[in-house]
């Protein structure tokens, strides 16, 4: 049994993508100022060069879909960390990027950012087996701006063995590449296990930053993994159709997908789908809505039909607290994403209010609630061998299977999810027990700090040399 969905038609996935190749070829990406507009144009481009606006032929863009490798790897500190992208083997999840704004689940204040806040997240994420890959979550706003991006980047690497994706585009590709020959042995090693991922995004509708894209190119030049992310808002910066959206988004992902190849071809890129609603009543933008659901689900199965592989802001919500909202928007979001087979899921681990605000006891309920994805998705197997019809026969009319030698090898293998966060106790207990689940979340963050030294940073299992190498390039005094 294979639980697996399909929303969208052949022909339905085929509009989308012709509709944006044609907005691509007529109307066109302003990408001023980025050296990646020589490039295209020695491809077919149309360049603007006083607006900076680039139209792309459909060939052209086929042909950059063409040089797209099969799989996508994004190496952790060591193999068993890996993750690999392939469009076959997901879902992976992880955290948000860059929240600015803190709910202290100590104090109840919602806060400025911090670097605690940075390395407590990273220490309980690294801690949490459903987290695969980290991702630039919250930004240490106590940290001189001139120093911060630099002190992140320290921080993340020597609190998280998993692979790293740089929400906000490094500053300085000069750093960042500096950053990579640590991490590697040198350039040739960071090539083969490429531990940092790029993300770039634009700004809609059909633009992106001139500077953000020469520096993406520069990193993927280098070997590091891009992620193009396209986040139009429905009514506001995109259409107000599910469909219409899709459309813009896909000509933004596949006009930065023909960038990034015009400079470095063959590099790995992941389509980034990230679409949000303004809300017409409250003049906010949702990320919890259903319609985010239903073009998450369309964009993954565009993505798969081009070939790439899908990130899907999965596991959104709207919500303000750890609440019934956040489970039914994060639940309701993530399973139909996954069931349609999204590579990478975010939205994210920790995350509330449409992905602006951080709150570490989101962690623990966020990994149930993937843990709960992944088991459906898993599926189960249907065979003469699990339908057990020896034991059925042998139990007979009125019998026990609690007994059973095949019932306790099952239970012990995973044959069914156990919940950590949720209760399965009669009421009586529960009530006896005086614990809600965010009470039992909170508890879980302190178990994990309170067994985690302040300054361990074994868990980046970097070596020696490496950690005083990475702290020199990153102005970091041990």
Known sequence: MDCRLTCTTPAERDLVVESALAVLERTGMRMKGARALDALELRGARVDRETGTVRLPPDTVRQALATLPDRLLLAGATPEHDVVLDRRNGPHFNPSGCHAKTLDHRTGVVRPSTLQDLREGTTVMDATPEIDVMWTFATANDVAVERRELVEYHTYLTNTSKPLVFVDCPTEAGDAKRIMEVLGGG?????RRPRLGVLCAARSPLEVNGALLDTTCDLAALGSPVLAYSMPMAGATGPITVAGMLVLLWAEVLGLVTAVQAVAPGAA?????GPG?????????SLGSPENTLMGVASVEIGHSLGLPVHNSGLSTDALHVGVQAGYEKGLKALPAALAGADLLSGGFGALGSSSVWHLPMVPVDAEIAALVRRIVA???ISAETVLLDVIERVGIAG?????R???ERVRAGEHFAPTIGTRLAFDQWAAEGRVETDVARERVEQILAGTPADDTSRSLLAEDQLAALAEVCGITR
Not at 269 to 273: G, I, K
Not at 277 to 285: C, G
């Open 277 to 285: 609603i303004l809300d017409m009543h409250y003049s906010s933008i």
């Open 269 to 273: 890129v992941l389509a980034c789908c």
């Open 400 to 404: 026990d299977y609690l007994k059973e």
């Open 187 to 191: 350039l040739e090693g960071y090539r």
């Open 406 to 408: 095949v019932t306790r």
């Open 379 to 381: 599926g189960s197997e």
